[in-house]
């Protein structure tokens, strides 16, 4: 079964710095990678996934994940901040097997100072 | 239009009552699911469903009833409310149920408080 840490539970950041958020996952063959963001009060939003091909992945709202296959790692990232970013980001690992349990990370709190 | 919409929103209740939350897509996708959502923010699968069919059943108490009348709708009834319910239920969507239009469409969550 897969598995994921998001070893930073929460980031504090100023508004137009850089981002980057860690994610690792466990999983036996190729996994299907997602970020997804929760804005307060609200459900989540998939910002990008990834499966095969260029291992740099863009997404929406200027976000962009790498995955690092010899660390098993998707890490997500943004070059500069909006104060709008201030959400729960959520990393998560699907597979390929019918059925198999979509699993999420615990989450990474972003708080952006003006 | 709303992709993947709940009823209702909030939901106050008594220990020992039961209630429902309602879910549904109207994005034409095979899978739906019902995920808790902590206090802690984490997420957990609950249960999941293809074409009406139950595909994963996590352990959950048997109190929680997921019912799914047709493809586009998968409601949840829970029986004898605890305290330990209290959190925000989420129902999702996906084309698929695994692979990579597994990427799910989340609604935007019922807050249950338990009393």
């Known amino acids: 079964a897969q598995s994921v840490t998001q070893p930073d539970i929460h980031i504090t950041v100023s508004e137009g710095a850089s981002l980057e958020l860690r994610c690792n996952y466990s999983?036996?063959?190729?996994?299907?990678l997602f970020w997804y963001v929760q804005s307060p009060g609200q459900g989540l939003q998939l910002l990008l996934k990834?499966?095969?091909?260029?291992?740099l992945v863009q997404g929406i709202k200027g976000f962009e994940a790498e995955f690092k296959r010899s660390q098993s790692s998707f890490n997500l990232r943004k070059p500069s901040v909006h104060w709008s970013d201030a959400a729960e980001y959520f990393c998560a690992v699907g597979s390929d097997n019918y059925g198999q349990n979509f699993v999420f990370g615990p989450g990474t709190r972003l708080s952006v100072l003006p | 239009d709303t992709a993947v919409s709940q009823t209702p929103k909030y939901l106050v209740t008594q220990m020992g009552n039961d209630k429902s939350i309602k879910c549904e897509q109207n994005l034409g996708h095979d899978t739906m699911y019902w995920y808790k959502q902590d206090s802690k923010k984490f997420l957990k699968i609950m249960f999941s469903?293809?074409?009406?069919?139950?595909?994963i059943n996590e352990t959950v108490p048997n109190r929680f009833s997921p019912k799914s009348p047709d493809k586009a709708h998968l409601n949840l009834h829970i029986n004898s409310l605890e305290l330990g319910d209290s959190a925000v239920y989420f129902c999702?969507?996906?084309?698929?149920?695994?692979?990579?239009?597994?990427?799910?469409?989340f609604g935007p969550g019922t807050r249950l408080t338990v009393l």
């Open positions: 469903y293809n074409n009406k069919e139950l595909i």
């Open positions: 999983y036996g063959a190729t996994p299907y």
């Open positions: 990834y499966f095969s091909g260029d291992t």
């Open positions: 999702a969507s996906s084309q698929e149920a695994g692979g990579y239009d597994n990427e799910q469409f």
